[in-house]
T-cell receptor, first 116, second 113 residues
Framework: QKEVEQNSGPLSVPEGAIASLNCTYS??????FFWYRQYSGKSPELIMS????GDKEDGRFTAQLNKASQYVSLLIRDSQPSDSATYLC????????????????FGKGTLLTVNP | DAGVIQSPRHEVTEMGQEVTLRCKPI?????LFWYRQTMMRGLELLIY??????IDDSGMPEDRFSAKMPNASFSTLKIQPSEPRDSAVYFC???WGLGLEAFFGQGTRLTVV
């Protein structure tokens, strides 16, 4: 059973559009959720963290968390070609999952391409 | 802060050789993660430490892999003997508290021929 699932994409949007990236998870004990951006050949870079239900906005990025439905999403408004990268969803599985309290587990990522 | 520092950045070695990857976490961080990334499997957690103690090594693929954290500012991941299927990018990440944001090093690209 996969713990963190993302649409593998690729996702292609025109410049200026809204890009929507989604992630679902299996462990209801998950507490901390993160979105990372990874450019080709580079390391993952943290762009958003979210810990409670609802929306969290940071500039053009909005993270949305719904623990009841077990999904977390990332919206990128006014997409730019420089946003083209792989976006990785990550989460801590949490303290109630026996044995390993804070495994930081990643999805496989969604490749986003923003076309000029 | 210099961020998480990994060395070497690139390593090419022959099958059967011992490989040691090194990581210096961000000063003040008390948790450290080792990941392996491949196209097929994505980013896989190998092992993580909290306060220099290994907490979960269930992701270590085989006994050929071992990791240590002798102090708060240094960790190693060793592969002995190495095999071509170990070829991947290995990342180290650190965080100042479990459950909080983790920051990644630049990675070590390992090629085993």
């Amino acid at each position: 059973q996969k713990e963190v699932e993302q649409n593998s994409g690729p996702l292609s949007v025109p410049e200026g559009a809204i890009a929507s990236l989604n992630c679902t998870y299996s462990d209801r004990g998950s507490q901390s959720f993160f979105w990372y951006r990874q450019y080709s050949g580079k390391s993952p870079e943290l762009i958003m963290s979210i810990y409670s239900n609802g929306d969290k906005e940071d500039g053009r990025f909005t993270a949305q968390l719904n623990k009841a439905s077990q999904y977390v999403s990332l919206l990128i408004r006014d997409s730019q070609p420089s946003d083209s990268a792989t976006y990785l969803c990550a989460m801590n599985i949490g303290p109630n999952s026996g044995g390993s309290n804070y495994k930081l587990t990643f999805g496989k990522g969604t490749l986003l391409t923003v076309n000029p | 802060d210099a961020g998480v520092i990994q060395s070497p950045r690139h390593e090419v070695t022959e099958m059967g050789q011992e490989v040691t990857l090194r990581c210096k976490p961000i000063s003040g961080h008390n948790s450290l993660f080792w990941y392996r990334q491949t196209m097929m499997r994505g980013l896989e957690l190998l092992i993580y430490f909290n306060n220099n103690v290994p907490i979960d090594d269930s992701g270590m693929p085989e006994d050929r892999f071992s990791a240590k954290m002798p102090n708060a500012s240094f960790s190693t991941l060793k592969i002995q003997p190495s095999e071509p299927r170990d070829s991947a990018v290995y990342f180290c990440a650190s965080t100042w508290g479990l459950g909080l944001e983790a920051f990644f090093g630049q990675g070590t690209r390992l090629t085993v021929v």
